[in-house]
């Protein structure tokens, strides 16, 4: 990486040089498939703090058929987010709204329902623009560039709210998101941004990095982005989501504004080498965990085919202590991990294979929903325990790391 995608310099200390890995959705039909590798390295700039991955992988092989649907996640959020948007004072249900990185259009449906009538989403994954687009909504197939935002202006006109949920991480050109989103903005414009809060990664901890997440925004970095567009932030709230999500809305000043300066940076800095201080220590507590369970005579199974849990069990080489991943998505199920190439399967199989220990690798809000679903495992002794951050149901010794 020759520069931060954020302020442009080149002062970078190495976090965590985690070796080279599939890419954590791309499902296997065998476990014989050949799998292309990356190099997965997680750097703290030490100008502006930005946490971010060092060379990406090309968005072609990431994002042309993407498979992962928004709507496959529970998102108990939704609602409030889009009770904000209706409190907006300056915008009516006849104002331009864009969402970029609208995936299938879970969240444009939404305000769709809501009676918003101006509704327009960008997303570049092939699979489920088009999943939208069969839904009715109006959605381009196309990544967010500044010909893409002159093309909508020259369509549509300015956007009176600009939408980003669950996006910004995955932008390896944040400059050139910037130029676009003040292109189609109109002067007074508001935005929303939903990003994963990196805060809670430091200090939970949670590992789970993943290889489309290329920036690890926290408060202090996500203002610095938007300063530097132009967008005066007007509120700010986290919630549990994925993790922990950090929720910002701005106001577009039609100008750049100056950055603040970081007075957090000395403990940012501190708390991002402690972050790579305990990551052996947590690999050998979660590593001697499943062994001395699986030496008893136990059998694991893990919950959840996700990316999150996908990149952990590769990073730390979890797979010879699990017997497979179970998943509620017919279209994962059948299929096998990248990377550990554990075979996914049914929810009933927890049962079937008599598993006594099964790690959730859900989301935590939804994690009370898939235990509701299995009352016969933990009638005959199995137990449920977390593996992702923020729950509360993590296993004994994570809080003492």
């Not at 065998?30 to 946490?51: A, Q, W």
């Not at 694991?300 to 069990?313: E, T």
């Amino acid at each position: 990486m020759s520069s931060c995608r954020l302020c442009q310099k080149k002062q970078f200390l190495t976090l965590l040089d985690l070796g080279a890995h599939p890419i954590a959705h791309h499902f296997l039909n065998s476990p014989s498939e050949e799998e292309y590798r990356h190099p997965v390295t997680l750097c703290f700039c030490e100008h502006c703090g930005l946490i971010q991955l060092s060379n990406p992988i090309p968005g072609e092989l990431l994002y042309t058929n993407y498979i992962c649907f928004s709507s496959w996640k529970y998102q108990p959020h939704i609602p409030h987010l889009v009770q904000m948007i209706e409190d907006f004072t300056d915008l009516d249900k006849s104002s331009m709204v864009l969402e970029v990185g609208s995936n299938d259009g879970i969240f444009l449906d939404a305000l769709h329902h809501k009676g918003f009538e101006k509704l327009v989403g960008i997303e570049p994954a092939h699979d489920v623009c088009h999943f939208a687009q069969q839904k009715g909504l109006n959605v381009i197939c196309s990544y967010f560039t500044p010909q893409t935002a002159e093309d909508f202006v020259a369509t549509y006109g300015k956007c009176d709210l600009f939408i980003s949920r669950q996006m910004l991480e995955h932008i390896s050109d944040l400059e050139g998101f910037q130029k676009a989103m003040q292109i189609v903005l109109s002067p007074g414009g508001f935005v929303v941004f939903e990003v994963p809060n990196f805060a809670c990664n430091l200090d939970a901890p949670d590992y789970t990095i993943w290889e489309e997440h290329v920036n690890y925004f926290i408060p202090e970095t996500l203002a610095l982005f938007l300063s530097q567009a132009g967008i005066q932030i007007i509120h700010k709230e986290t919630t549990v989501f994925s993790g922990g999500a950090l929720i910002v809305i701005g106001q577009y000043l039609g100008y750049p504004r100056l950055s603040p300066f970081f007075e957090h940076m000395k403990t940012l800095r501190e708390k991002a080498i402690r972050y790579r201080e305990r990551w052996p220590v947590f690999r050998n507590a979660l590593i001697q965990y499943l062994r001395q369970h699986k030496e008893k005579g136990g059998k694991v199974a893990a919950y959840g085919a996700g990316a999150r849990f996908c990149s952990l069990v590769n990073f730390l080489n979890l797979g010879p202590y699990i017997e497979f991943i179970v998943d509620d998505q017919p279209e994962k199920q059948g299929k096998y991990m990248p990377g550990s190439k554990l075979p996914i399967l049914p929810g009933n199989a927890l049962e079937e294979h008599s598993i006594d220990l099964c790690l959730l690798a859900v989301n935590a809000e939804s994690e009370d929903k898939v235990i509701a679903k299995h009352p016969e495992f933990q009638k005959r002794g199995g137990e449920f325990v977390s593996v992702l951050p923020p729950s509360d149901r993590l296993p004994h010794f994570w809080r003492q790391i």
